[in-house]
């Protein structure tokens, strides 16, 4: 199609056959959109194992070339590109370039800071309030500080002629959205990622609707859950219902409650502290288990900023004592630890079964300093996540060597297959593109054309159409 400068061209730039790193491009005429920009996590792949020290000077350059940020043009800014021949910079790039991210997952966001400070980036307002916390704890991202700007659900914004309306779904961090894009051309609406056995799958519900009243030509979707032919042999069946089998966000309380009441000792759990709903049920967890809820001075700030002064204490590790001895504690943390109680291991050790504390990888040796005997550890999606990660054998050679056992109790951010399979037949598409995914080959709709899309290649939406481009 020689004329495809004329009509939307989409290119896929990461996350076709990977977990999180998501980057795909939208573009009309003079205007383009790119939604997400996360860097993927793959220990056994990866040269920054931290060991080689990062360059903060030369990371754009860096990550370009170890490919963990892809080489779009017109993204870049040119005093980051010194000595490339490509990509574009930005400051060269006629385009009207803007970013939208779903949501807050490294694997969506995380390389937003690599980006040129001139090219906008859109988070919805709960993302945003999220990500201006995470900024005062330490947890920004790398590289430059972004051009943030806030959109709102069901509130279309326009890149020249892209109109772009976030659409709220249900995932594990707040925030949450899927992206309904629309140029003269046609529609795609892109899932992001969702679930519908969180605490809110009526918001699933909702952006199905929603978007079909709009109406679309094309799905971006992701598939996280689905799994090989060799794995799973069986079809997948579109099925809305809950497997007795899948744990479920609002049972996580009732499951750490099992397990406490079995505890003689100690409680300790690792959850992400971006998943404000966990936040939640650790709080409800320990007033049901009758137990004084610590949480560590990162999430304890964020608790605080969405959920409001709460009772619940801040945990005071030997490195936080240091800095208020030397006189290096942030601001923040002086201040929160001036508005709640503090305490430390040595309190907590006067009557361990008193208290369930949170005890995230990073500071796993304050678990010396604890009495454990007889203490539980509940790994409810804090990281390490699983076995693909080095640390999380360290974590586990830990807590045999103290004698803690461990228990699994949380549950994913991810729609399970027959729920992909029942998604896909509601919306029921004119072309599916899945990804995000391992084997995204495996969500075949009932309907309608499954297009497995290609990297360098660029795709034409035309008269509601989605044609592979010949030129």
């Not at 509130?155 to 995932?171: K, M």
């Not at 399970?416 to 995914?437: A, V």
């Amino acid at each position: 199609m020689k004329e495809a400068c004329n009509h939307t061209k989409i290119r896929f730039w990461g996350g076709l056959r990977t977990i999180g790193g998501t980057i795909v491009s939208i573009e009309y005429k003079e205007s383009r959109v790119i939604f997400d920009f996360g860097l993927i996590f793959s220990p056994d792949t990866s040269m920054l194992d931290e060991k080689i020290k990062e360059r903060s000077s030369k990371i754009v350059k860096d990550y370009l070339k170890l490919g963990l940020i892809p080489p779009i043009d017109g993204i870049y800014q040119a005093e980051d590109l010194e000595g490339l021949a490509d990509p574009l910079p930005e400051e060269r790039d006629a385009r009207h370039t803007a970013v939208i991210v779903s949501h807050l997952h490294l694997d969506h966001m995380g390389g937003v800071g690599m980006l040129s400070p001139q090219i906008p980036v859109y988070f919805t307002e709960d993302s945003l309030k999220l990500y201006r916390s995470l900024e005062v704890v330490g947890e920004a991202v790398k590289g430059h500080k972004p051009s943030l700007r806030a959109c709102t659900y069901n509130e279309t914004f326009q890149i020249g002629e892209i109109c772009i309306t976030p659409i709220r779904v249900d995932h594990d961090v707040i925030g949450a959205c899927g992206f309904h894009v629309q140029t003269p051309d046609g529609a795609v609406f892109y899932t992001g990622d969702f679930r519908l056995h969180g605490k809110n799958p009526q918001w699933m519900e909702t952006a199905i609707e929603k978007v079909k009243d709009r109406g679309f030509d094309v799905l971006i979707m992701e598939g996280t859950t689905l799994r090989g032919i060799e794995e799973r042999k069986q079809p997948i069946i579109a099925d809305r219902a809950l497997p007795t089998s899948l744990v479920k966000e609002a049972s996580i309380a009732g499951h750490m409650m099992e397990i406490l009441q079995e505890t003689t000792g100690l409680g300790l759990f690792n959850i992400y502290h971006r998943n404000i709903e966990r936040l939640k049920t650790m709080l409800e967890v320990a007033n049901l288990a009758k137990r004084k809820l610590v949480f560590e001075l990162e999430t304890a700030y964020i608790a605080e900023q969405f959920l409001g002064k709460r009772n619940f204490s801040v945990y005071l590790p030997a490195n936080t004592k240091h800095e208020s001895i030397i006189g290096t504690l942030p601001g923040w943390k002086e201040d929160l630890m001036s508005r709640y109680e503090t305490v430390d291991a040595s309190v907590i050790n006067r009557n361990p079964s008193a208290y369930l504390l949170q005890m995230s990888y990073e500071n796993s040796l304050e678990l010396f300093d604890l009495h454990v005997s007889q203490g539980v550890y509940l790994h409810s999606n804090g990281t390490p996540l699983g076995d693909y990660d080095p640390a999380y054998h360290h974590l586990i050679n830990l807590l045999n060597m103290l004698g803690v056992p461990r228990f699994l109790a949380g549950t994913g951010g991810h729609a399970i297959p027959q729920h992909l399979k029942y998604i896909l037949e509601r919306l029921n598409p004119k072309t599916l593109i899945p990804l995000h995914s391992f084997h995204p080959e495996r969500l075949i709709p009932d309907h309608g054309r499954l297009v497995m899309p290609e990297y360098g290649v660029t795709y034409v939406l035309k008269n509601n159409e989605l044609y592979k481009s010949n030129g």
